[in-house]
């Protein structure tokens, strides 16, 4: 793993949180392909390497089992955000629509984001089962 010595720091990865203690270090050997499904999980889980698999051994029953209910939580915290923004704007159509009895054209376009977000959620509910 030569090549990846001082690569920890890619754009947009976290660094694992710090280690109380003194720091010791560990020689990974792996094959290509292998390297290659760690480095797709860092991508998507957007963690290092090095969490993913003192994660994996240490904490979880398999090594993407933790980094990725921790990116799943992610984004469904960031859809429950999404939805409380569009809830209010729900909100302020619905007063408009009931103090002007006409349904407006904004409050089309907020219910189809509505939809999209729902199955966004249903999609990322659906990956808590695999």
């Given at each position: 793993m030569g090549e990846e010595q001082g690569s920890g720091r890619r754009s947009g990865r976290r660094r694992r949180a710090n280690i109380e203690g003194p720091?010791?270090?560990?020689?990974v050997s792996m094959s290509e392909a292998e390297r290659a499904r760690l480095?797709?999980?860092?991508?998507?889980t957007r963690r290092s390497a090095?969490?993913?698999l003192v994660s994996g051994a240490l904490y979880a029953r398999n090594a993407e089992s933790l980094a990725e209910r921790r990116?799943?939580?992610?984004?469904?915290?960031?859809?429950?955000?999404y939805l409380a923004a569009l809830s209010n704007n729900v909100n302020q159509l619905?007063?408009?629509?009931?103090?002007?009895?006409e349904f407006p054209e904004e409050a089309r376009v907020a219910l189809a984001r509505v939809r999209v977000?729902?199955?966004r959620i249903n999609g990322l509910v659906e990956g808590l089962g695999r």
């Open positions: 720091t010791l270090y560990v020689r480095f797709a999980l860092e991508e998507r090095s969490e993913i990116a799943l939580a992610s984004e469904l915290m960031a859809a429950r955000r619905a007063r408009r629509a009931n103090a002007t009895d977000i729902a199955e």
